[in-house]
């Protein structure tokens, strides 16, 4: 992606030891050569033992380590879809509830829009090109699409998180000061995809079809998709600077801008006290700001550890020439796929630590009988699910879904689970019952849950 794009074909270029043992072979034997078939056939002919080193190495179907890239496969296979669906997810509970609609959740839900994107044109296009095929089959209009997309998709992802630390830093440590509100978080999204689309613009202004200098693509006439600065000694050194500025502008300068801003909240929350403000009061705040600080403190952490080792590897060859090592193709896919596995884990996190996306992802799980169970099982205990399924109509639990048939509706609110029934006909009376005595012996959490359950009917009976 971006200038890593252009490193990335030099991936692809053979060795200077390789191509000089094959250089005399090809010319015996390249003649009218068009495909790989007929390629082994007359390196087999004339016993051209270093091209078919060539062709085993870099551009067989059927590669030197059948496990590990079996391995990669299922992986990529996997990101792409735990992303696709994970952060479609997220969108759709911030942009179909009001409540949910809130400054963080916008920037959330585009961090989420940035993943998307990131998934969508960088996970599938450079898994088929770079390990599958080897060369670039989807056009130079393409090549220019994607390789602009995968540059812009990943700033907005890192934007959004400075972003994020920004708008809770300012809310944290300022806390007399206006909170931002929604109009201006709009805008500064909007300023987020400008800003990543002018710093990505050379992408696109350099990227194209090239075939690269090995005899091999020149016979089979294929191309790969990278970006040209020309030959000119001057040219290099611009693509090096513009790639150490990518590096520093989409991972260092963000990484330093969220290790102290979370660093400050942190200090704060865990810190002094407000002042003025009844120990209940400052418990329950603090209690909130902790857990909001926390998920996004893990949200740092893994788009930090997922993007280290691969932006390592690019300034390691920039610094030194090591397209030779051994396992180099092996070592970029294992990198880039962790790169790219940071795309799925943000659903993860906000499902794990956010009561309220929780609720969402239980919500759209419910509107899937296949998933109800599941749902059961993973977030309540065996004592939750049985008091819910006592005291709650389920149209999941053997009950026949019809026109009078009762919602669950799911509201976790600190960590107490509160179903409410909604009649889908508005003329027909609601008459759930929940029961007024629970044993003794219960214990505490049930008991809390009992208590939620019994609200509703205790003051609908206590006003009449």
Not at 79 to 102: D, Q, W
Not at 272 to 301: C, F, H, N, Q, Y
Not at 358 to 385: H, I, K, M, N, Q
């Amino acid at each position: 992606m971006t200038a890593a794009d252009y490193r990335l074909s030099k991936f692809l270029a053979i060795p200077e030891n390789l191509r000089n043992e094959t250089e005399s072979v090809l010319a015996q034997c390249s003649a009218n050569l068009t495909s790989p078939e007929t390629l082994n056939a007359a390196c087999d002919s004339c016993n051209a033992t270093g091209v078919q080193r060539l062709w085993e190495e870099r551009l067989c179907d059927m590669p030197p380590t059948p496990g590990f890239d079996s391995a990669v496969y299922v992986l990529y296979i996997t990101i792409l879809i735990v992303a696709v669906l994970g952060n479609s997810v997220v969108v759709y509970i911030v942009c179909s509830s009001e409540k949910m609609r809130t400054v963080t959740n916008y920037f959330i839900a585009n961090l989420a829009i940035g993943d998307l994107c990131m998934a969508i044109f960088c996970v599938p296009f450079s898994f088929i090109s770079t390990l599958i095929l080897k060369f670039w089959p989807f056009g130079g209009h393409l090549c220019v699409a994607v390789n602009y997309l995968q540059a812009v998709s990943v700033f907005v992802s890192a934007y959004t998180l400075v972003a994020i630390s920004l708008d809770r830093y300012l809310a944290i440590i300022y806390p007399l000061r206006p909170r931002m509100t929604r109009c201006q978080a709009k805008i500064i999204i909007a300023s987020v995809w400008v800003l990543s689309l002018a710093t990505t613009l050379p992408v696109a202004v350099y990227s194209r079809l090239l075939t690269p200098p090995v005899n091999f693509y020149a016979l089979m006439g294929r191309q790969v998709c990278t970006e040209d600065w020309g030959s000119e000694p001057s040219d290099n050194e611009s693509r090096v600077a513009y790639s150490v500025a990518l590096m520093l502008l989409q991972y260092f300068l963000p990484l330093t801008v969220l290790v102290f801003t979370y660093s400050r909240i942190a200090m704060v929350v865990w810190g002094k006290r407000t002042l003025g403000e009844t120990p209940a009061r400052v418990d329950r705040i603090a209690r909130s700001k902790r857990k909001m600080t926390k998920m996004m403190v893990t949200v740092v952490m893994v788009y930090t550890l997922c993007w280290l080792p691969f932006n390592v590897l690019m300034v390691v060859r920039e610094l030194w020439v090591v397209d030779s090592w051994p396992y180099m193709m092996q070592v970029w896919a294992l990198f880039h796929w962790l790169a790219m596995s940071h795309t799925c884990y943000n659903p993860i996190i906000l499902c794990w630590m956010n009561t309220k996306f929780r609720s969402g992802f239980c919500s759209l799980a419910y509107t899937l009988p296949c998933l109800r169970r599941w749902v059961d099982s993973w977030f309540f205990t065996p004592d939750e699910a049985d008091l819910l399924k006592a005291t709650t109509t389920f149209p999941c639990h053997h009950y026949p879904r019809s026109a009078s048939s009762r919602l669950v509706t799911i509201s976790l609110k600190d960590d107490t689970i509160i179903f409410k029934s909604r009649n889908i006909n508005e003329d027909e009376p609601e008459t759930s019952e929940a029961p007024r005595h629970r044993n003794s012996s219960s214990n505490d959490s049930n008991h809390r849950l009992s208590e939620s359950l019994m609200s509703e009917p205790a003051n609908h009976n206590s006003n009449q």
